[in-house]
């Protein structure tokens, strides 16, 4: 495995139909951060908590693309990164999942999905010390909803999950300052929409900050229209359940290899 080559991957045998399901969104969430342009290299990890009583995890295989993720090849892990698929040749990256086990270890039904990337617009609202500003529609939904975490360095140190988790709260975004972006869901759906929306908000920021004087809009405004922006989804069966399947629709067309 030292070329990091893709090898196919069986269907992990005896899992739940509820966990094949799961793998499948997820590996479809990891072809949509391709997709969209989101990716750093090999690095990042969008991973979720295994359906049951157990604290385990998928997450995407170390050294592969995002776009070679299948629902198959996903690695099942514990909550100090262990592989629970001894079957699987591959492995993960222990020192990446450390912010993810902290918000996975917080047991919170909030946070069962856990998306964090290294985007370019991402890594450049990190930097700013302003933050996510209430500039455009989608950036209203983070409106007294988003969280920021200080940089403390490469995050190898199992000491910080602690403060990451105090950092996140109840919120499903945060910034990760000076690093990059993280969103929380109950669902790969819910999580991947904060992220699509944390992610252009983002992008529009950088965009208008560019090209003029930026123009925000007063509390009131931007508060009433955050709640309906997120009360217009939170209608909705399921939050992010319509865009989620829309785009996998879109993957489908594109390359469904993902649902192997």
Known sequence: MNDMTPVKVARPAGISDAEWQLRVELAAAYRMVDYFGWCELIYGHLTAKVPGPDLHFLINPYGLNYDEVTASNLVKIDVEGNKIDTDNPYGVNQA???IHSAVHMAHSDLHQVVMHTHSRSGMAIAAVKEGVLPISMGSTAFVDRISYHDYEGVSLYLDERDRIVESLGDNHAMVLKNHGLLTTGR??????LWLYRLERAAQVQIDAGAAGTLNLLGDNVAKKSGEDVNGFAESAAEYGALE?????RKMDKIDPSFRD
């Open 187 to 192: 669902t790969v759906a819910e999580a991947f």
């Open 96 to 98: 990446g999942f450390v």
């Open 244 to 248: 989620f399947a829309a785009l996998m």
